[in-house]
C-alpha cells in the first residue's frame, strides 16, 4: 500500500506566513507587498502586523490570498535590558476571511511603528487583559485565539532567547524554523526544532517558513528569503488555512519537495534540483543521498522503525546551501 506524505494529486502554493506594513513598523503598504510577492511568484501572504488585527480581504483575487492576522508579543520585562529580555512572539492567523475579532486587548503592547493609531478601529472580545510572562498566560492567550478561530504561530524562538525545553510547555500550532529577517542576525531555528523533538516534543505541531519582512531598506532584502509550500485541496482562503492546521505543508528557503510517499517499506522523496536529501529520525546515522559531482532529484531510503525510533523528517539542500525540510512524522503511521 502506497502511504503519502502530502495528499497525492494536491497542488503546493507558496506563502509568506509573517509579515510586517505600514501598518504597525514595515515600510511598505499592503498594496505594494501584494504586488512584490506575486512578482516572485507567490500565492499568498499572511499579514501581520504587530497587535493590530486588520483585515485585508479587499487585496483576495482568483490569484492571490491575502490571509489576515496579528503579531502580538508577551515579554519578560523585569530587570531585563532589551537585549537580554525573552518573549513570546505570536503570529495569530485567521482561519476564515472577514473574520476580524481579535483576543486580550493590552493597548500598552501597541508601540511598534504605526500600530496604536488603530487601536479605535479593532474588534476584541473579553475584557482588557495584562499580559504576563508565564506559561499560565500563554496557555490563556492560545486558548483565546483557538477559541475565536486562530490559528497560533510561535516565531523565531532563538531571536526570543528560548530553548527548545522551555518550548515544551508552550502551546501552539505552528513552529517557526526559518525567518529570513532573523537569519540576517546569525539565527538558525531548525535545530531549536530538532532540539524540540528529541525533548519528546508534540509531533502534531507543524513548521513554518516564513520572512518577517520588514523592508527597511537595508542593504539585504528581508523579502522572497523563507516560505511555505502548503499542498491544500483548492485555492482558497480556507483552503489553505485548513491545509496548514492538518500538516500539509512544508518549508523552504530555496529547494521544492515536489512529492514523497512510502510503498513496500522504501520512502521515495522527488525534489527540485538538490545536492542532497536526507532523513531525519530519532536516531543516529542518518540515510543520505549525495549529488556526487553534480545533482540529483530523487532519493529512495529502505524503512526501519526500530532505527527511526519515533519519528522522522526530510531535509533537502540545494547547489546554494539552501534548505528545505517537512516536519516530523510518526513512525507508526507509515510503518
Do not use: Q
Amino acid at each position: 500500500m502506497r502511504k503519502y506524505l502530502f495528499p497525492e494529486g494536491r497542488k503546493f502554493y507558496k506563502a509568506n506566513l509573517h509579515c510586517h506594513t505600514v501598518i504597525s513598523d514595515g515600510t511598505k503598504t499592503p498594496e505594494e507587498i501584494k504586488a512584490m510577492y506575486i512578482a516572485e511568484g507567490y500565492d499568498a501572504v499572511a499579514f501581520t502586523d504587530h497587535e493590530a488585527l486588520v483585515l485585508h480581504d479587499d487585496l483576495t483575487d482568483d490569484r492571490f490570498i491575502a490571509l489576515n492576522g496579528y503579531e502580538t508579543a508577551i515579554k519578560e520585562y523585569e530587570g531585563k535590558t532589551d537585549s537580554h529580555m525573552k518573549v513570546h512572539h505570536l503570529c495569530l492567523i485567521k482561519r476564515r476571511p472577514k473574520d476580524d475579532v481579535a483576543v486580550c486587548f493590552y493597548p500598552e503592547n501597541f508601540t511598534p511603528g504605526n500600530c496604536k493609531n488603530y487601536i479605535p478601529f479593532l474588534h476584541y472580545t473579553g475584557e482588557r487583559c495584562k499580559y504576563e510572562f508565564t506559561d499560565a498566560f500563554v496557555a490563556h492567550l492560545v486558548k483565546e485565539a483557538h477559541e475565536n478561530g486562530f490559528l497560533v504561530h510561535y516565531n523565531h524562538p532563538r531571536w526570543s532567547l528560548m530553548t527548545a525545553d522551555k518550548l515544551l510547555s508552550l502551546p501552539f500550532d505552528g513552529l517557526e524554523i526559518c525567518n529570513t529577517d532573523c537569519r540576517f542576525h546569525g539565527d538558525y531555528d531548525a535545530d531549536v526544532y530538532e532540539d524540540y523533538l528529541r525533548l519528546g516534543g508534540d509531533l502534531d505541531r507543524y513548521i513554518v517558513g516564513a520572512d518577517d519582512n520588514h523592508n527597511a531598506g537595508v542593504s539585504i532584502s528581508d523579502s522572497f528569503g523563507a516560505f511555505t509550500m502548503i499542498a491544500a485541496r483548492e485555492f482558497s482562503y480556507e483552503g489553505l488555512t485548513e491545509a496548514l492546521a492538518e500538516g500539509n505543508a512544508y518549508v523552504s528557503t530555496g529547494p521544492k519537495i515536489l512529492s514523497a510517499c512510502i510503498e513496500d517499506g522504501v520512502l521515495t522523496v522527488k525534489t527540485s534540483p538538490a545536492s542532497h536529501i536526507i532523513l531525519h529520525s530519532e536516531g543516529r546515522s542518518l540515510p543520505a543521498a549525495h549529488g556526487v559531482g553534480g545533482y540529483i532529484d530523487k532519493a529512495a531510503f529502505p524503512l526501519n522503525a526500530k532505527k527511526l525510533g519515533k519519528y522522522f523528517r526530510i531535509e533537502v539542500v540545494d547547489a546554494k546551501g539552501e534548505h528545505a525540510y517537512t516536519h516530523a512524522y510518526r513512525t507508526e503511521d507509515f510503518i
